[in-house]
């Protein structure tokens, strides 16, 4: 069974950092893309940042450009979501995801979901 575990969520003031883990069980994903996804209330879920396994390229929402950098850890089979300079706007539920294709990943289309965790900041 597939399980994505998200960790790493909480609150901070604005201008802050938080590093979001998310640990992939169940199968290998070699090969397949994973990313973050987030939602904030009353809005609807967006991509945030992926990553390919094979070559480590990585893309990014404009939003986030310069302040998130997504990596992984293949012996873990873990992804990290490294968040600096975070803003109010940030606040959301972050969702860790893997794909088939890293650009049709990014476009929504997601094979497994994690749970998500919380990201609150503060003003």
């Known amino acids: 069974q597939v399980q994505l575990t998200e960790s790493g969520g909480g609150l901070v003031e604005s201008g802050g950092s938080l590093r979001l883990s998310c640990a992939a069980s169940?199968?290998?994903?070699?090969?397949?893309?994973m990313g973050w996804f987030r939602q904030a209330p009353g809005k609807e879920r967006e991509f945030v940042a992926a990553i390919r396994w094979s070559a480590g390229s990585t893309y990014y929402a404009d939003s986030v450009k310069g302040r998130f950098t997504i990596s992984r850890d293949d012996p873990k089979n873990t992804i990290y979501l490294q968040m600096n300079n975070l803003e109010p706007e940030d606040t959301a539920l972050y969702y860790c995801?893997?794909?088939?294709?890293?650009?049709?990943?990014?476009?929504?289309?997601?094979?497994?979901w994690g749970q998500g965790t919380q990201v609150t900041v503060s003003s």
């Open positions: 995801a893997v794909g088939s294709d890293v650009g049709a990943l990014a476009r929504g289309s997601v094979d497994y």
């Open positions: 169940g199968r290998t994903f070699r090969g397949s893309p």
